[in-house]
């Protein structure tokens, strides 16, 4: 037995012998299967292409037309429904490409099918759905993680070895900015993103905050100020061109956070401006400043300003991973983890966090005070440098 096959996965091999899945003892590559073949799919489908680790069975969608597109389109094997995947003993990791509505529905059935689920951003819209996807997966010795993978990337995985590597001292805050008028222009089916579990924070948040918790640990406490400032909008995007849709979250929100580390950050994430200069993420520390790379992304700009200097320096990138054919990376890493034993990255417990923190921004608004997360994680492990552009283990 290899070293580094720990007991989870043990628990993880033994709990899917049980249920009669026994294509979860360890091979060369991980079959997945995709629910959900809407616009981000494709994007999952290219990643399975060129990370050697992943094995896509079979992809469905409530729409079989659009299953069946995508299977032709990226030589998937088989387009089936929702329940013939389920039912499938050969895919091991669901990876859930629906609504977050529908999210912790699809992820709790394949759980009870015995899978690994790999969900779209959020977790899920509640934190009790959060939470019900957790338990029940512990319960199974299944694996649970959750987008965004972007900082597996390049661009991330360089500002958290220099940050790790002490390279602007010790951290002491954050600004985090995501300024941009919303989905109405460009999107072809924008109404969702002004819905419930959705809004610029729930669409857009978790690529920051996922990155500043992995970057500086898990937050303590919470307050904000949210509000809908644009009360309709007016889809000029085709096919829905004219269409009106009525806001139904928050569009623009701001808070400011303390990590357990105490550092002390700022974030704003709106739908309601039509542009502007901020960064999208800064680290302020005792000995310099790193701007980071904006997080809906895998690769740079990392650049960086020490104390002792008047200028800022470009970074190159200490790690692979950088374009966009690997956004879903975390899946990828997920595969890696069943397949050795090893903690996968984008877990769920940090998923949940950031889920949480969202929920608190709005809850601090909504009841004018502080909120403390109910919830905490570890930081991801870092990845090693010098990895292949097909793989994320050495």
């Not at 059935?109 to 951003?121: L, M, N, Q």
């Not at 904006?294 to 200490?318: C, E, F, H, M, Y």
């Not at 009841?367 to 870092?382: F, L, Q, W």
Request: charged share 20%; aromatic share 6%; hydrophobic share 35%.
């Amino acid at each position: 037995m290899r070293r580094d096959f720990q007991p989870q996965c043990l628990t993880i091999v033994c709990n899917s012998m049980r249920e009669g899945n026994y294509s979860t003892m360890p091979t060369d590559k991980v079959k997945i299967g995709i629910i959900g073949c809407g616009n981000i799919s494709g994007s999952y489908l290219r990643t399975a292409q060129v990370m050697k680790v992943l094995d896509t069975a079979a992809c469905a969608d409530i729409e079989m037309d659009r299953a069946q597109a995508k299977a032709e389109e990226f030589e998937v094997p088989k387009a089936c429904t929702v329940d013939e995947l389920l039912a499938d003993p050969e895919i091991q990791l669901v990876v859930n490409l629906t609504t977050p509505q529908s999210h912790a529905d699809i992820s709790l059935r394949a759980i009870a099918a015995g899978k690994h689920v790999f969900s779209e951003k959020p977790l899920a819209v509640t934190r009790e759905e959060g939470r019900s996807i957790l338990d029940a997966a512990k319960a199974k010795g299944m694996l649970v993680g959750c987008a965004p993978g972007t900082f597996l990337g390049g661009g991330l995985q360089t500002c958290r070895k220099l940050i790790d590597d002490g390279a602007i001292g010790e951290v002491v805050g954050c600004s985090a900015f995501m300024m941009c008028h919303g989905h109405e222009s460009w999107h072809p089916d924008p109404a969702y993103y002004y819905k419930a579990g959705a809004g610029p924070m729930f669409d857009m948040g978790p690529y920051y905050l996922t990155a500043l918790t992995t970057l500086l640990g898990p937050i303590k406490r919470i307050t904000g100020c949210s509000a809908i400032l644009i009360p309709e909008r007016t889809i000029t995007s085709q096919p829905k061109n004219g269409e009106k849709i009525t806001v139904e979250t928050p569009d623009h929100v701001t808070g400011s956070f303390e990590f357990a580390s105490g550092a002390i950050g700022v974030i704003i994430t709106t739908f309601a401006v039509w542009g502007s200069t901020l960064p999208r993420i800064e680290i302020y520390g005792t000995e310099g400043t790193l701007s980071v790379p904006d997080p809906n992304s895998l690769g740079g700009p990392v650049r960086i300003r020490k104390s002792n200097s008047a200028d800022w320096q470009d970074v190159q990138l200490t790690h692979p991973h950088s374009d966009r054919g690997k956004w879903g990376i975390g899946v990828a890493d997920m595969a890696h983890a069943i397949l050795s034993g090893r903690p996968h990255r984008p877990t769920g417990e940090q998923a949940f966090h950031v889920l949480d923190v969202m929920h608190g921004f709005l809850d601090a608004s909504r009841e004018g005070r502080h909120y403390t997360p109910v919830s905490s994680m570890k930081r991801p492990a870092p990845l090693p440098t010098g990895l292949a552009e097909d793989t994320l283990d050495d």
